[in-house]
């Protein structure tokens, strides 16, 4: 017992041959750093620039991994050309996506799909359940929508139903906040839940289905408290007057079938492309088509496609020009992508740097107990950089780079889906006034920031908690691929 914890101490002090091996070598310098000091750097790197700096979080993200290339192992002419590779080679696995799901959300508002998919929802639970069909359409349209987005198309729907009821105005408010949160966080192609697949090695469809499993309980949850919480707490203003009603006229709005299909069309052809190519015959066209249309790039690009034609046929004539708020979605997009690929390049120099290899040796993965000591890790990590930071899409994509350099070469009694989950949970376990969707929360429902850290901060923690025990219930019994750690 005693020889194995100096063996595991060990490990954070040898004397890996260089010493700033890679940043001069021909000195003959040797050096202390271990991956796991390496690791330290690279996160108070990120954290210092993000924090004390106030740098954006692409440059903090593209410095931290920059600082670990050039103290990872490698020819010193090869440290600076990685990172951009790295950099690179995330930006072409998910950057198109990320702009093709902008754009889906954009043509959901700009025809009306939106407000159908809402009215359908109250239509479906009636007006005594509008809380719940209020989270409901926002776990819907959060998929491709940015939350701050959705919150906007709904709280006109809070504040009209509080005023045909004059009751559950913060219950409305929670309900929203929830139902956006989630599948912001855990369902593609939103950029955090995209890029925690590319990291893992875990399928969009995979992820997809893991997010909405985990998802739905942690909704449920949410629409409890937020029950709870307006039965025991009444808010000192409401800002009904401040409140503009958006005008919808429902005869105009697209069919519900159409305007799903958006969102569905993707999803369906993630999922259930693999097993058309698989059922046909090896070699055949509906194999091959099976195998295209799965293609994440290929299935948004469809769905865009027919965002469009939704915009096309039923956008209200006199209204601004469609490539106009097109360009205004591919131009949001465009920051994502490149502080998704910052943290993908960081993730790949901690790769290089061999920390997973160095955890491997602090952790004996191969025991069950272990292997969910690493979802624990998991949330433990994007829990700390969500307080921190305040950026649940930042904590997301620095937990999953960190948690993707730990992983390597270690064999899981699960799929490693759920690790993306956990994530998921940590990342949205605090919010407060770092956070900008505590800000969108407060500002936009005329909500004070002391009411806000009574009601929506509480309500974060219940999500993340209850996306952390989903997790381990659904990997504990339904572990997919287990023992083999692999997609």
Same mark, same amino acid.
């Given at each position: 017992?005693? =020889? !194995?914890?100096?063996?595991? $101490? +060990?490990i954070? %002090?040898?004397?890996p *041959?260089?010493? /700033?091996?890679?940043i001069?070598?021909s000195?003959?310098?040797?050096?202390?750093?271990?991956p796991p000091w390496?690791?330290?750097?690279?996160?108070?790197?990120v954290?210092?620039s993000?924090?004390?700096l106030?740098?954006n979080a692409?440059l903090?993200?593209?410095t931290?991994?920059?600082?670990v290339s050039?103290?990872?192992?490698?020819?010193p002419?090869?440290?600076?050309?990685?990172?951009?590779a790295a950099?690179?080679?995330?930006?072409?696995?998910?950057?198109?996506a990320i702009?093709?799901?902008?754009?889906?959300?954009c043509?959901?508002?700009?025809?009306?799909?939106?407000d159908?998919?809402v009215?359908?929802s109250?239509a479906?639970f009636?007006?005594?359940? =509008? !809380?719940?069909?209020l989270? $409901? +359409?926002?776990? %819907?349209?959060?998929? *491709?929508?940015? /939350?701050?987005?959705v919150?906007?198309?709904?709280?006109?729907?809070a504040?009209?139903m509080?005023?045909?009821?004059?009751k559950?105005?913060?219950r409305?408010?929670?309900a929203?906040?929830?139902?956006?949160?989630?599948?912001?966080?855990?369902v593609?192609?939103?950029?955090g839940?995209?890029?925690m697949?590319?990291q893992m090695?875990?399928?969009?469809?995979?992820?997809?289905?893991a997010?909405i499993?985990?998802?739905?309980?942690?909704?449920?949850?949410?629409?409890a408290?937020?029950?709870?919480?307006?039965?025991?707490l009444a808010?000192?203003?409401l800002p009904l007057?401040e409140?503009?009603?958006?005008?919808?006229?429902v005869?105009?709005?697209?069919?519900? =079938? !159409?305007?799903?299909t958006p969102?569905?069309?993707p999803?369906a052809?993630i999922?259930?492309?693999?097993l058309v190519?698989?059922?046909?015959?090896?070699?055949?066209?509906l194999?091959?088509?099976?195998?295209?249309?799965?293609?994440?790039?290929?299935?948004?690009?469809?769905?865009?496609i027919a965002?469009?034609?939704?915009?096309?046929?039923?956008r209200?004539r006199?209204e601004s020009?469609?490539?106009?708020?097109?360009?205004?979605s591919?131009l949001?997009?465009?920051?994502i992508?490149?502080?998704?690929?910052?943290?993908?390049?960081?993730?790949?120099?901690?790769?290089?740097a061999q920390?997973?290899?160095?955890?491997?040796?602090l952790f004996?993965?191969?025991?069950?107990?272990a292997?969910?000591?690493?979802?624990?890790?998991?949330f433990?990590?994007?829990?700390?950089l969500?307080?921190?930071?305040?950026?649940?899409?930042?904590?997301?994509?620095t937990?999953s780079?960190?948690?993707?350099?730990?992983r390597?070469g270690?064999t899981l009694?699960?799929h490693?889906?759920y690790?993306?989950?956990?994530?998921?949970?940590?990342?949205?376990?605090?919010?407060?006034?770092n956070?900008?969707?505590?800000?969108?929360?407060?500002?936009?429902?005329?909500?004070?920031?002391?009411?806000?850290?009574r009601t929506w901060?509480?309500?974060?923690?219940?999500?993340g908690v209850?996306?952390m025990?989903s997790?381990?219930?659904?990997?504990?019994l339904?572990?997919?691929?287990?023992g083999?750690?692999?997609?």
């Open positions: 017992m005693v =020889a !194995a914890i100096r063996y595991r $101490a +060990s954070l %002090v040898r004397r *041959p260089g010493l /700033f091996a890679g001069a070598p000195l003959g310098i040797r050096t202390m750093l271990s390496i690791l330290a750097i690279g996160v108070a790197v954290m210092g993000i924090l004390w106030r740098l692409f903090g993200l593209i931290a991994a920059l600082a050039l103290l990872a192992p490698g020819e002419q090869e440290k600076a050309a990685r990172v951009a950099f690179g080679e995330t930006a072409g696995g998910i950057g198109v702009v093709l799901a902008s754009v889906v959300g043509c959901l508002v700009e025809s009306g799909a939106a159908r998919i009215a359908a109250l479906a009636g007006k005594q359940n =509008a !809380a719940t069909a989270a $409901a +359409s926002a776990f %819907v349209l959060a998929v *491709p929508v940015f /939350f701050d987005t919150f906007y198309l709904l709280l006109p729907l504040v009209s509080y005023r045909q009821t004059g559950q105005y913060l409305y408010l929670l929203i906040g929830a139902g956006g949160t989630v599948t912001h966080t855990m593609p192609p939103t950029p839940p995209l890029l697949a590319e090695g875990v399928g969009v469809g995979t992820m997809s289905l997010g499993a985990v998802g739905v309980p942690m909704l449920l949850a949410g629409l408290f937020a029950a709870w919480r307006d039965r025991t808010l000192a203003k007057r409140t503009v009603e958006r005008p919808v006229d005869a105009t709005l697209p069919p519900l =079938a !159409a305007s799903l969102i569905a069309l999803i052809l999922s259930l492309g693999p190519a698989a059922q046909a015959a090896e070699g055949s066209w194999a091959a088509v099976g195998a295209i249309a799965a293609e994440k790039n290929v299935a948004l690009f469809l769905a865009a965002g469009l034609v939704l915009c096309l046929r039923y209200r006199g020009p469609l490539n106009a708020a097109v360009e205004e591919v949001s997009a465009g920051g992508v490149l502080i998704t690929a910052a943290g993908g390049a960081f993730g790949a120099m901690l790769r290089a920390v997973g290899e160095a955890i491997g040796d004996p993965v191969e025991s069950r107990g292997g969910f000591a690493m979802l624990w890790i998991s433990g990590v994007a829990s700390l969500k307080t921190s930071q305040g950026s649940t899409t930042v904590a997301i994509i937990a780079s960190l948690v993707a350099a730990m390597e270690m009694p699960f490693p889906v690790l993306c989950t956990a994530i998921g949970s940590g990342a949205i376990v605090t919010s407060w006034m956070d900008s969707g505590f800000w969108v929360y407060c500002r936009m429902g005329g909500v004070s920031e002391r009411e806000g850290l901060s509480p309500l974060m923690i219940v999500l209850t996306g025990a997790t381990l219930l659904l990997a504990a339904w572990p997919g691929a287990g083999t750690g692999g997609p």
